[in-house]
Nanobody, 124 residues
Framework: QVQLVESGGGLVQAGGSLRLSCAASGRRFSISAMGWFRQAPGKEREFVAAISWGGGSTNYVDSVKGRFTISRDNAKNTVYLQMNSLKPEDTAVYFC?????????????????WGQGTQVTVSS
């Protein structure tokens, strides 16, 4: 059984920072790519960032490039999302997910386990 638990969300002013964490239990964490997605009210879930199994490759949606950084610590079974220079349009529920493969993928269909989500609210 795989469980993913996100933490670190909250309310922050525009320009501020937050660091999300996703703690994983179960097998295969260290050989699976991991991703962060977000979903704003009334919108579809969208890809934010992904990292390969070893952390050597990352990918970001254009709107967060240069502001967000994804990283992982396989010894701790944890993946992180450092979010800087936050904007009101970053407001959403953020989900971490485990990919079916070890290399980066961006489609929700390529992820088989999801966390419950953590709310990020950026005020203007």
């Amino acid at each position: 059984q795989v469980q993913l638990v996100e933490s670190g969300g909250g309310l922050v002013q525009a320009g501020g920072s937050l660091r999300l964490s996703c703690a994983a239990s179960g097998r295969r964490f260290s050989i699976s790519a991991m991703g962060w997605f977000r979903q704003a009210p009334g919108k579809e879930r969208e890809f934010v960032a992904a990292i390969s199994w070893g952390g050597g490759s990352t990918n970001y949606v254009d709107s967060v490039k240069g502001r967000f950084t994804i990283s992982r610590d396989n010894a701790k079974n944890t993946v992180y999302l450092q979010m800087n220079s936050l904007k009101p349009e970053d407001t959403a529920v953020y989900f971490c997910a485990r990919a079916r493969r070890s290399t980066i993928v961006t489609s929700t269909y390529e992820y088989d386990y999801w966390g419950q989500g953590t709310q990020v609210t950026v005020s203007s």
